[in-house]
């Protein structure tokens, strides 16, 4: 489980929910989902298939196949949200002097709202009203900057599409210094998005546009989507030029590689934290191990044994950038260390056993990665100043 930080526009990632969708990860993540395969972090993932998707309900752009010997119920805005969720959509807001049109706002915020929802489907459990929707009331904790924060889903929904909205806003400006335009590829790959999703809106017995009203509010129309994929796509386009286009340092062309296994003081399903008698037998089962460790190959050996005895969650060896681990674990990774270092390291998911492999140049995914991450930086200390505070109308 990585810290994932960045922006998915960053690596180019798109959720495809109801019509369309696109998504931005956070700078927060939530400890109501479920775990990945890495014991380090607990984070929304980008890229899960939503609810929505061809596979469960037909109703995604790329549906047309599986639907097209169904006919499917019409739906209407009132039967993809509750009277809370829509109550708190169909906003106009403008940030540093753009207008964000009220179907762009509904756009961001449904994409959000699905990749929720998508979540309980993998084991997240959120707060959910009897008839299946979010209960935007319910409260549920996220990491911010490093901090445990309480929230009710309706404050994450609202600060969330707010932060995708800053992010386009920013990556749309820079877009325009640098004077990039859409290809003709890229104008007709939206155009084949809307085709898809018109043969998808057949399958329910509606026109487009009250397929897409159905997802994004009264206000949505054709031509209004069109836009804000274009819009979509030319911020996709200032994220590779920035990527393709940045200069890392010596320093930054080379990253700490280690090997851990990781002792677990944390239930990873429930994020509960474990007895005080376990956390002491997880920290003296750490403490074991790092005194048998010799080589790497020692820790390797020694570490998927305890794996496959089921006393470790994790042995793995990983390639660390900044941003990718919680914070005791990055640290411990960039601090000054000799090749053949071990030692323990305590983090809020249990006691990792370490090895320091030494530093080992970037490869091509690690560097555009990086640059994402410096891109990333750059959006948030413009974030930060205030400049780029919505303003509702």
């Known amino acids: 489980m990585k810290n994932k930080k960045i922006c998915a526009l960053v690596i180019a990632a798109s959720l495809m929910i109801g019509v369309f969708g696109t998504g931005c990860d956070k700078n927060k993540e939530t400890s109501a989902t479920g775990t990945s395969d890495t014991g380090i972090s607990i984070s929304i993932d980008p890229n899960v298939t939503s609810p929505t998707d061809a596979s469960t309900s037909g109703s995604g752009a790329g549906d047309s196949d599986t639907a097209a010997t169904t006919t499917l119920l019409k ?198 934290a474990l007895t005080d008698e376990q956390k002491a037998d997880a920290k003296a089962k750490a403490e074991a191990l790092k005194g048998q460790i010799t080589s790497l190959d020692d820790i390797k050996t020694k570490g998927e044994a305890a794996v496959a005895s089921t006393e470790a969650a994790e042995a793995h060896e990983y390639r660390v950038q900044r941003g990718m681990m919680v914070k005791p674990f990055e640290d411990w990774c960039f601090a000054s260390h000799k090749e053949g270092d071990v030692d323990i390291v305590e983090t809020e998911f249990g006691y990792h056993v370490m090895f320091f492999e030494g530093l080992v140049d970037i490869n091509d995914d690690e560097k555009s990665s990086i640059a994402g991450s410096k891109m990333q930086d750059e959006m948030d200390a413009a974030i930060a100043t205030g400049d780029y505070d919505p303003v509702y109308s």
């Open 75 to 272: 739906m209407t805005y009132e039967d993809n949200y509750d009277a809370a969720a829509i109550k708190e959509m169909g906003k106009k807001v403008t940030i540093h002097g753009m207008e964000i049109p009220e179907l762009e706002y509904n756009f961001y915020y449904a994409n959000e709202y699905a990749q929720m929802l998508s979540e309980t489907m993998y084991g997240k459990q959120y707060p959910m009203t009897a008839a299946g929707f979010l209960d935007l009331d319910g409260k549920i904790s996220t990491v911010e900057n490093g901090q445990t924060v309480e929230k009710t889903i309706r404050e994450y929904l609202n600060d969330t599409v707010t932060r995708d909205l800053q992010g386009e806003v920013f990556l749309t400006e820079y877009a325009t210094k640098k004077g990039l335009t859409l290809t003709q590829e890229l104008q007709d790959s939206i155009e084949k998005q809307i085709t898809d999703a018109e043969a998808s809106s057949a399958n329910y017995n509606m026109t487009l546009v009250e397929y897409m009203q159905s997802y994004y509010g009264p206000s949505a129309s054709i031509e209004g989507i069109r836009s804000v994929l274009q819009r979509y796509e030319l911020i996709n386009l200032a994220l590779k030029d920035y990527v393709q286009n940045c200069e890392l340092t010596d320093e930054e062309k080379k990253i700490p590689q280690v090997y851990h296994v990781l002792y677990l003081t944390m239930d990873l399903t429930t994020g509960a």
